[in-house]
């Protein structure tokens, strides 16, 4: 089995601006206020990664497709029954564990797309997640990341606050060359008693609302350090993935918090019992769900500005396994989630599941380069250029158009 049991145990924050990590998700932040005066938006950003390979199949089923229930066997969707997918449109259901997704689908404030990669085509999820945060073609060719890239290129009269970062590494998404003078990371021992004191009383007195974040941000690690944090059947990711969103979004909300952070929840490489409308998956996504829920109700009227990207560094096979599982694949969905997303769609140049139809004989085929979506929100979002998306954010990608239309 490749590097399937990798796994990041970070924790970073930033100054007024905590989101919190641990071995079963990670997060971070930089605070770019860059409100647009022409037209009173205050756009934020969120990126949800999912370390370990998400299987789109399982999470928006193809059920119109006559080939996916033969490949997917015992833990495929279905419309009808007990445990029913909520049917999206006539050829797509989503997985009954996140109504919360369901409903700001039907309130057109989330969107699918499907048959979605980066450009990597190996298995590795070392390599894998290395091209999905560095936006390039091929692994390690780079210690920067997309999103740092991204703020650097932000339209002039960005303003970025001192940070303070907490944790052992900081994520290569965010990593390189600071956004702007002044952003000063400084690097701590993670879950030092004696640092997490300090820092506590320090905020005590200056900011009662990042000591409470932090406090649960430390208690948090401190229980990712036991076995109930790992990623197993059973576990409590979800109501892991739950606090940290509600601890972010209530930091995003204040006129001085973040307006760009970025999350990771590991523990998605499904290769056993990966279980259908319910088991392992369906608890996993019930986190999710509930993470997105925790991010509309805490950005409040922030809400209607804000775009939520879930993406992962490749999908899962198309036919399961002896054990119940998927193996490593290559498709798979990216969602997005907002006031600001443009949804209520899956949107999809959908492949076809025959025999024929797979990439190389066994993955969901990929339509939709990662990096057009990522391009269309950042252009039409932050108002990023395309001639800085193509040389800086995504280098060598002239080629991938960004998505249009994705953003109200």
Same mark, same amino acid.
């Given at each position: 089995?490749?590097?399937?049991?990798?796994?990041?145990?970070? !924790?970073?924050?930033?100054?007024?601006?905590?989101?919190?990590? =641990?071995?079963?998700?990670?997060?971070?932040?930089? $605070?770019?206020?860059?409100?647009?005066?022409?037209?009173?938006? %205050?756009?934020? !950003?969120?990126?949800?990664?999912?370390? =370990?390979?998400?299987?789109?199949?399982?999470?928006?089923?193809?059920?119109?497709?006559?080939?996916?229930?033969?490949?997917?066997?015992?833990?495929?969707? /279905?419309?009808?029954?007990?445990?029913?997918?909520?049917?999206?449109?006539?050829?797509?259901?989503?997985?009954?564990? #996140?109504?919360?997704?369901?409903?700001?689908?039907?309130?057109?404030?989330?969107?699918?797309?499907?048959?979605?990669?980066?450009?990597?085509?190996?298995?590795?999820?070392?390599?894998? *997640?290395?091209?999905?945060?560095?936006?390039?073609?091929?692994?390690?060719?780079?210690?920067?990341?997309?999103?740092?890239?991204?703020?650097?290129?932000?339209?002039?009269?960005?303003?970025? #606050?001192?940070?303070?970062?907490?944790?052992?590494?900081?994520? $290569?998404?965010?990593?390189?060359?600071?956004?702007?003078?002044?952003?000063?990371?400084?690097?701590?021992?993670?879950?030092?008693?004696?640092?997490?004191?300090?820092?506590?009383?320090?905020? *005590?007195?200056?900011?009662?609302?990042?000591?409470?974040?932090?406090? *649960?941000?430390? *208690?948090?690690?401190?229980?990712?350090?036991? %076995?109930?944090?790992?990623?197993?059947?059973? =576990?409590?990711?979800?109501?892991? #993935?739950?606090?940290?969103?509600?601890?972010?979004?209530?930091? #995003?909300?204040?006129?001085?918090?973040?307006?760009?952070?970025?999350?990771?929840?590991?523990?998605?490489?499904?290769?056993?019992?990966?279980?259908?409308?319910?088991?392992?998956?369906?608890?996993?996504?019930?986190?999710?769900?509930?993470?997105?829920?925790?991010?509309?109700?805490?950005?409040?009227?922030?809400?209607?500005?804000?775009?939520?990207?879930?993406?992962?560094?490749?999908?899962?096979?198309?036919?399961?396994?002896? /054990?119940?599982?998927?193996?490593?694949?290559?498709? /798979?969905?990216?969602?997005?989630?907002?006031?600001? @997303?443009?949804?209520?769609? @899956?949107?999809?140049?959908?492949?076809?599941?025959k025999p024929v139809n797979l990439y190389e004989g066994r993955d969901l085929a990929p339509t939709t380069d990662l990096r057009a979506?990522?391009?269309? @929100?950042?252009?039409?979002?932050?108002?990023?250029?395309?001639? @800085?998306?193509?040389?800086?954010?995504?280098?060598?990608?002239?080629?991938?158009?960004?998505?249009?239309?994705?953003?109200?």
């Amino acid at each position: 089995m490749m590097d399937c049991c990798e796994s990041q145990s970070r !924790l970073v924050t930033s100054r007024r601006a905590l989101l919190l990590g =641990g071995a079963s998700f990670a997060a971070w932040a930089y $605070l770019p206020k860059f409100a647009r005066a022409a037209d009173g938006r %205050d756009p934020r !950003l969120i990126v949800i990664i999912l370390r =370990g390979a998400l299987d789109g199949l399982a999470t928006v089923a193809p059920v119109g497709d006559p080939d996916y229930a033969g490949l997917h066997g015992s833990i495929a969707l /279905t419309s009808d029954g007990p445990h029913a997918a909520t049917m999206l449109d006539s050829f797509f259901a989503l997985h009954p564990s #996140m109504p919360e997704f369901a409903r700001m689908y039907r309130d057109k404030q989330a969107a699918v797309i499907h048959a979605v990669s980066t450009p990597y085509r190996d298995r590795s999820h070392f390599d894998g *997640q290395d091209v999905l945060e560095s936006g390039f073609a091929g692994p390690g060719r780079v210690q920067s990341g997309w999103l740092n890239r991204a703020l650097e290129g932000l339209p002039k009269g960005a303003h970025v #606050m001192n940070g303070l970062a907490v944790g052992a590494t900081t994520p $290569l998404v965010l990593r390189g060359a600071a956004p702007t003078v002044g952003w000063a990371p400084v690097s701590l021992p993670p879950a030092a008693d004696d640092t997490a004191a300090r820092l506590l009383d320090l905020y *005590q007195h200056r900011d009662s609302a990042l000591a409470s974040a932090l406090s *649960q941000g430390l *208690q948090l690690e401190k229980t990712a350090t036991g %076995d109930e944090m790992k990623a197993k059947p059973g =576990g409590n990711n979800a109501g892991a #993935m739950r606090l940290v969103a509600r601890g972010a979004a209530k930091v #995003m909300a204040a006129d001085d918090g973040p307006r760009i952070a970025a999350l990771a929840f590991d523990g998605w490489d499904t290769h056993a019992n990966e279980g259908g409308p319910i088991g392992r998956l369906a608890q996993l996504l019930s986190g999710l769900d509930s993470a997105l829920g925790e991010f509309e109700r805490g950005l409040g009227e922030r809400w209607r500005d804000t775009v939520v990207v879930v993406a992962t560094e490749f999908g899962r096979t198309a036919r399961i396994n002896g /054990t119940e599982g998927t193996d490593h694949g290559t498709g /798979t969905i990216a969602l997005l989630a907002g006031g600001a @997303v443009k949804g209520g769609r @899956v949107i999809s140049d959908w492949p076809g599941l025959k025999p024929v139809n797979l990439y190389e004989g066994r993955d969901l085929a990929p339509t939709t380069d990662l990096r057009a979506m990522l391009k269309g @929100v950042l252009h039409d979002h932050l108002g990023l250029s395309e001639t @800085v998306l193509a040389k800086n954010v995504f280098p060598d990608s002239v080629q991938v158009k960004p998505m249009q239309g994705l953003v109200v």
